[in-house]
């Protein structure tokens, strides 16, 4: 049970370094003067708080205890997270059950078949998911990491005239992964800029007679950063190199 216990700890830290979140450690324990809002024997809660305390010993992890955060049918261990301006969410939480599968009579059989009844983990990488994106958006001001973003670049034709190239440069960059979209609009460039800068897409790459021409793009990163013209492929390989060293550690 506690080796399963630690896998789990191991999966949260993925989930929440991969978005980039700062977090803390909470032991969830029972009130120790107010035993009649839980279910479950005194022993039982003593081996399940054990089990947390000594996870969190094995992993390292310091983590602050609080009395009376419980669930009513066993202890958790929470992960606490900074948003963008300090408040603490719970999001990621795991709980040791030893009452649940009891009072719901589950058994298995192990190997010498004999019947028993089974811990349970609770396991919740992400906690409340709505919670979960909410307090992502917030937290990167819709600015998503580039593997995550539902649309990587914008493609923003000059004119109607190099539309047809742009669904090209579409076709390409989703051949190899590369998420887009493509901005029709018969509106002025500067006015496409600003309006896919306030979408929070990464990339813009600007198409017209030149790039038609030669099979470039003209690559804007999204809030003023690098400007550049480069050939098709080589677009589309910075975007995916950057997507995997972003995704390494997962």
Same mark, same amino acid.
């Given at each position: 049970?506690?080796?399963?216990? !630690?896998?789990?700890? +191991?999966?949260? @830290?993925?989930?929440?370094?991969?978005?980039?979140?700062?977090?803390?450690?909470?032991? &969830? /324990?029972?009130?120790?003067?107010?035993?009649?809002?839980?279910?479950?024997?005194?022993?039982?809660?003593?081996?399940?708080?054990?089990?947390?305390?000594?996870?969190?010993?094995?992993?390292?992890?310091?983590?602050?205890?609080?009395?009376?955060?419980?669930?009513?049918?066993?202890?958790?261990?929470?992960?606490?997270?900074?948003?963008?301006?300090?408040?603490?969410?719970?999001?990621?939480?795991?709980?040791?059950?030893?009452?649940?599968?009891?009072?719901?009579? !589950?058994?298995?059989? +192990?190997?010498? @078949?004999?019947?028993?009844?089974?811990?349970?983990?609770?396991?919740?990488?992400?906690? &409340? /998911?709505?919670?979960?994106?909410?307090?992502?958006?917030?937290?990167?001001?819709?600015?998503?990491?580039?593997?995550?973003?539902?649309?990587?670049?914008?493609?923003?034709p000059l004119s109607e005239k190099y539309n047809d190239y742009a669904r090209e440069v579409a076709r390409l960059f989703d051949q190899q992964g590369v998420r887009a979209n493509i901005d029709l609009r018969n509106e002025k460039l500067g006015r496409k800029i600003r309006d896919n800068e306030l979408k929070r897409i990464p990339y813009m790459v600007i198409v017209g007679e030149k790039e038609a021409a030669e099979g470039l793009v003209s690559m804007?990163?999204?809030?003023?950063?690098?400007?550049?013209?480069?050939?098709?492929?080589?677009?589309?390989?910075?975007?995916?190199?950057?997507?995997?060293?972003?995704?390494?550690?997962?």
């Amino acid at each position: 049970m506690k080796q399963e216990f !630690l896998n789990v700890m +191991d999966i949260i @830290n993925v989930v929440l370094s991969a978005f980039g979140f700062n977090f803390e450690a909470q032991i &969830s /324990l029972r009130d120790p003067n107010d035993h009649e809002k839980y279910v479950g024997t005194d022993e039982d809660w003593a081996l399940a708080e054990r089990a947390i305390q000594e996870a969190c010993q094995e992993k390292g992890l310091h983590a602050k205890v609080e009395y009376g955060e419980a669930a009513f049918y066993g202890p958790k261990l929470d992960f606490m997270i900074k948003d963008a301006i300090g408040r603490r969410w719970q999001l990621g939480t795991i709980q040791v059950d030893y009452n649940l599968p009891k009072r719901f009579q !589950l058994e298995y059989t +192990d190997e010498d @078949n004999q019947k028993k009844t089974p811990v349970m983990i609770h396991r919740a990488p992400f906690g &409340s /998911l709505e919670r979960f994106v909410a307090v992502l958006i917030e937290h990167t001001s819709g600015h998503f990491p580039l593997w995550l973003t539902p649309d990587q670049v914008a493609i923003l034709p000059l004119s109607e005239k190099y539309n047809d190239y742009a669904r090209e440069v579409a076709r390409l960059f989703d051949q190899q992964g590369v998420r887009a979209n493509i901005d029709l609009r018969n509106e002025k460039l500067g006015r496409k800029i600003r309006d896919n800068e306030l979408k929070r897409i990464p990339y813009m790459v600007i198409v017209g007679e030149k790039e038609a021409a030669e099979g470039l793009v003209s690559m804007r990163q999204q809030g003023g950063g690098e400007q550049r013209t480069m050939t098709v492929q080589e677009f589309i390989d910075k975007v995916n190199a950057e997507v995997a060293e972003q995704t390494k550690d997962f």
